[in-house]
């Protein structure tokens, strides 16, 4: 099987910074698609970056502009660097990786364990 396994989370200020990471292992062949959810306080998970399997990236609106989805496939990583935090970022952030394994021989998508980001003065 997969395991996802995150780091870099943590308490900054409000206009810090934060860079998440979250490394693949197991039986690999190939990913298809490398996101970046999260769940904030009492609310739905929601999705904050996607890079797609043709190397396609989007954003959410409140991510545009101030976090970068990065991915190192040699790696099998996923990055996030998050700019200019504001204290409506915290949550719990979740990396999903959509991974193809040689055993068994299926494709689906796995999740990390999640890190705690909170942006507080």
């Known amino acids: 099987q997969v395991q996802l396994v995150e780091s870099g989370g943590g308490l900054v200020q409000p206009g810090g910074s934060l860079r998440l990471s979250c490394a693949a292992s197991g039986s690999i062949v190939g990913i298809y698609g490398m996101a970046w959810y999260r769940q904030p306080p009492g609310k739905q998970r929601e999705l904050v970056a996607r890079i797609s399997s043709g190397g396609s990236i989007s954003y959410a609106d409140s991510a545009k502009g101030r976090f970068t989805i990065s991915g190192d496939n040699a790696k099998n990583t996923v990055y996030l660097q998050m700019n200019s935090l504001k204290p409506e970022d915290t949550a719990v952030y979740y990396c999903?990786?959509?991974?193809?394994?040689?055993?068994?021989?299926?494709?689906?998508?796995?999740w990390g364990q999640g890190t705690q980001v909170t942006v507080s003065s």
């Open positions: 999903n990786q959509n991974v193809r394994t040689l055993v068994p021989n299926t494709r689906k998508d796995y």
